[in-house]
């Protein structure tokens, strides 16, 4: 049996049977860090003692656990506080920042009988669409080291694609966690606003950001959703009774579901083989049973725009908090209390996030919040209407997850607003508070994964899952591996 | 949407950022172009459209107003850069 293959369901019941313990798969997860960690530079942090120690502590309870998951080594973004173990955000300015506590999803997790293997590089403060802004260095894609895997949840993606633990919690705020999974050939899905707590995730823009699982297939997203989800009274905004396990209720069953197909997705700037895939994918749900429609949704224009003036109006609030004082780095030779504010913070984070701090706070400036900010809000409810429409005709909605294939390192950075346009089929979702999922549904020419994202309703976890879970059911993309290597 | 030097300038004292002079005007290059493509949103007449923040209709959570302990001083101390027993320290701001 080879460990680093199964899927975390598979792992977790050959624990449970106790054919594998959970030090042996935490050993083995750990070594295959060592090994491709100097490759694609996907952790920031390995704690691989505090690992070990946990494994030891699970194993004595196997007998008595139920968890699905129980003793499944697993990872977190960087961006998710744990106490005691650096949280970086892959920023210069949060230096070795240890939290004082766990976030309610680390909480969740552990009562699972999670293994914590570390913590996940990732753009600085979760904002960029390739891995590339982190200040510990960029991640490389598992799939062509000469390749980025995708963000701001790019470390994540390639752990799980390089066999490196057996799923991982990402963020996603505008497809970071969808996008880089796609990238990277592995499933990963943002739930709907409001089911997993936020408290502990450091903001990047709270009406946004949601936690979300990165794994192997839909039916290992369903048994980590389950563990997490749920009503916290530490977040106001969190959601509570909301469904029963999506892990049990999976089965699979399309027969009758309408699923539309928005031609505005398929239009100018998006890769012909990526279409290809991805429209593939409603013929093997068509076999199943399912029927398949073509709709018009007219606000794709509207989406990017509106995304990152809210993006990063809260953005620039929310990253008021880190002045080189409470926690963090603080910078050298400052003259007073201003110039340390100014020269920490400008010093602290990189040019990313700062053109993002600038934007937001212009727009939310004196003579520009009505046209740029107000604005935005009123678009906002615009595209959340369209979806709702389409939603009263169809059950879920079939797209691309991104316009193109994972593009090569470096070649996005230089063009911001290229890359802002590039996460114009993941964003809206957010605006909208959507579930969402990613899966592998195809190979590019060079043999690079192409992702096919599926869309619900709020609260319709089950049916995209359900959907996800019949096509992997028969397909196999979600079973290949990276190889390695450079592109072909 | 024209992006001046002076306006960058103007949002950089608001956001506590002092760009150096080559970023400043690469910054202000890149923001133009950013907020150009904004100027999308205009086309589409809003003037009957609330402004929507929030996307679920969740409003005025409340709690008891229960006393709990809070994290320990010491504790939340050891992560700032320049702490003392009791505070977190920076330059002198009231003569």
Known sequence: MELMELTALELGAAIKKGEVSVPEATRAALNRV???????????????????ARAE???????????????????LKDNICTKGVKTSCASKILGDFAPVYDATLVEKLEQGGNVLLGKLNMDEFAMGSTSETSYYGPV?????????????????????????????????????????????????????????????????????????????????????????????????TSLGGTYGSLLAALDGKVKGMKIGIPDDCFGDGLDAEVSQAVLAVAEVLRARG??????????MEYVVPTYYIIAAAEASSNLSRFDGVKY???????????????????????????????????????????????????????????YDEAFSNYDLILTPVAPTTAPRLGESLSDPLKMYLSDI???????????????PCGLDQNGMPIGAQLIGPALGEQKVLNAAHAFQ????FHKMAPKGGTAQ | MKITEEMVDYVSILSRLKLPEEEKAKMTGELEQIVSYMDVLARLDTSE??????????????????VVPSYSRAELLKNAPVPDKEAFLVPKTVE
Not at chain 1, 35 to 51: G, K, L, R, Y
Not at chain 1, 473 to 476: E, F, K, S, V
Not at chain 2, 49 to 66: G, K, L, T
């Open chain 1, 34 to 52: 060592s090994e491709a960690n100097p490759e694609n530079n996907a952790f920031i942090t390995v704690t691989a003692e505090a690992a070990m």
């Open chain 1, 328 to 386: 963090g780095w603080r910078a050298e030779g400052y003259e007073d209390l201003t110039d340390l504010y100014n020269k920490t913070r400008t010093e602290g984070f990189g040019a990313e996030v700062k053109r993002r701090i600038l934007l937001g706070t212009f727009v939310l400036s004196t003579g520009y919040y009505d046209a740029y900010y107000k604005k935005a809000l009123q678009v906002k409810a615009v595209i959340k209407k369209a």
């Open chain 1, 473 to 476: 059911m028969d397909t196999d």
């Open chain 1, 290 to 299: 399912a029927q398949v429609e073509h709709f018009a949704l007219p606000v």
């Open chain 1, 425 to 439: 089929y993941t964003v809206p979702l957010n605006l909208a508070g959507l579930p969402g999922l990613s899966m």
């Open chain 1, 57 to 75: 502590e699970l194993q004595k309870g196997v007998k008595d656990a139920s968890a699905p998951l129980y003793g499944v080594p697993m990872a």
């Open chain 2, 49 to 66: 459209i609330e402004p929507m923040s929030h996307v679920f209709p969740v409003r005025n959570v409340f709690r008891a107003d229960e």
């Open chain 1, 140 to 236: 490389k894609n598992p799939w062509a080291t000469d390749h980025v895997p995708g963000g701001s949840s790019g470390g994540a993606a390639a752990a799980v694609a390089a066999g490196e633990c057996w799923y991982a919690v990402g963020s996603d705020t505008g497809g970071s966690i969808r996008q880089p999974a796609s990238y990277c050939g592995v499933t990963g899905m943002k739930p709907t606003y409001g089911t997993v707590s936020r408290y502990g995730l450091i903001a990047y823009a709270s009406s946004l950001d949601q936690m979300g699982p990165l794994a192997r297939t839909a039916a290992d997203c369903a048994a980590v959703l389950d563990a997490v989800t749920g009503k916290d009274k530490r977040d106001g």
